[in-house]
């Protein structure tokens, strides 16, 4: 083997380990997964962070109205990669529906502060969330979540 040659597979070598130790660490980086803002200045975000267990991630909603700190809502602790979660702001009907892989998955709507998941996400009324309120200094993005 020549010099050009070794130099080619060394060079190769590097490029392809760092490729990969990028797309691990997008992989298991907490993430937003999906994100809107309502008229009125309420935050929501579906977040994202990897378990390193069998469970492979944890899968919340937080939102924000303001002047007060991020609510958090349960979503599923052994939930799959979510890609990227396409999000529909209805201000007729106040209500803010992400979605992923096609499919409606979580409604809030933010004057009431109802949270929805699953095969509830189209209906409206019903009972407020009683989420658990983050540490006023916390952010999804100062929490690590890109």
Not at 118 to 136: E, F, K, N, Q, R
């Amino acid at each position: 083997m020549g010099h050009g040659s070794r130099w080619f597979w060394a060079i190769f070598l590097g490029v392809t380990l760092t490729a990969v130790a990028l797309g691990i660490r997008r992989f298991v980086a907490p993430r937003i997964v999906g994100r809107a803002v309502s008229p009125r200045g309420v935050e929501m975000c579906v977040i994202q962070k990897f378990n390193w267990s069998g469970e492979p991630f944890t899968t919340s909603f937080v939102y924000k109205r303001p002047g007060t700190n991020w609510a958090w809502c349960y979503y599923d602790h052994q939930d799959w990669h979510w890609g990227s979660s396409p999000v529909v702001v209805d201000t007729n009907r106040g209500v803010a529906i992400f979605y992923r892989d096609g499919r409606p998955e979580i409604g809030f709507e933010w004057e009431a502060g109802i949270y929805r998941r699953g095969a509830g996400v189209g209906a409206t009324g019903g009972i407020p969330d009683s989420p658990s309120y983050m540490a006023p200094d916390w952010t999804p993005r100062g929490a690590g979540f890109r």
